[in-house]
């Protein structure tokens, strides 16, 4: 990879560069922390390169990000009581948003928000309801973004019948095959839940559910929260802002949160926790209320069970595949990964009728 400091050296930074440090713990992208000198002040700015693997023309999603600047910062500034941050681009040194390396490769700077702070998993239910919130509060400041400005940055994001075909072509003659006892199980697992892998884009098809703006990857990790009142103040790792099915968020946003374990845990200490579930539900849906339908709220148990169960597709088919989608640690990470998704699976389908129970309840009549 070219090196990370001489990219930084290539953006309009307000000060002289110290250092360039890599940065999370993300599965797609590489993310360096690029610390500036500002007269006596010490800033910092996320450095990034995206992934040419994952992100075929990342300069749709440079326009996007310009986009939803133009459509929310606005609408934040009309609201100064209201704490919510949004981070900015800085531009190259040509003044794009981006500059590509001598491979082609897209690189991008953007503003650090500082004092916050994001978690692998929920440590509380006041913290779960302020996770919660904050994908609600996001969710209200795009809903009027025209849809059609948005370019859709991965097609085929989170279309579970379209990671269920790709699987099958995959299974019938891996680059990687498998005959370990945990495949085998991933295998019969995703064979008896196939037929159901169709019911959100069922629902789109209906139109029961309507596309619009969504974040696209609301998990727990990309919610910040403030450090000095633990308020949910910004979604970050904005690269999958694209026209959707806000169900596609709800349910990775509850699937991430309501796995106290994480999702690196051992098999059996994965549950979906109902107390959670409902802390977030408590604080997402009085913002998303005044325009949801009464198929929005029948179809969140369905969106929940569908996310975990595509994201263990998803991890399991990279494991056939050669590992070549998400990023790993350490051999046979994406199968576990998988194995942990499904446990979580299986858990929410065992809580089927509570969940839906704590959805009822909160429902506005």
Known sequence: MTDPSAIAR??????EILTVAEYGSGNVNDTFLVRIADGQAILNFILQRLNPQVFAEPERIMRNLRVLDSHVRPKLLRRPNQRWELPSIVPALTGADYHRDRTGALWRVQTFIANTGSFATIESEAQAEEAGR????????????????????????HVTPGYLAAYEALATSPPRPDHSGQALFCHRF????KEGAEVLEAARARGDL????IHGDPKLANILFARDTGEAISLIDLDTVKPGLLHYDIGDCLRSCCNPAGEEAALDGVSFNLTYCGSILRGYLPHVAPFFSASDYRYIYDA??????????RFFSDHLAGDVYFRLRRPGQNLHRAMVQFALCQSIEAQEAEIKNIIRNLQKP
């Open 210 to 213: 309507l596309p619009c703006p």
């Open 10 to 15: 290539q953006f309009a930074f307000p000060g």
């Open 190 to 193: 995703i064979g008896e839940r």
């Open 304 to 313: 929940v069970r569908l996310i975990a169960f595509e994201l263990g597709l």
């Open 134 to 157: 904050g994908l609600g509060f996001f969710h209200a400041l795009i809903r009027d973004l025209p849809v059609h400005l948005l370019h859709d940055t991965l097609p085929g994001f």
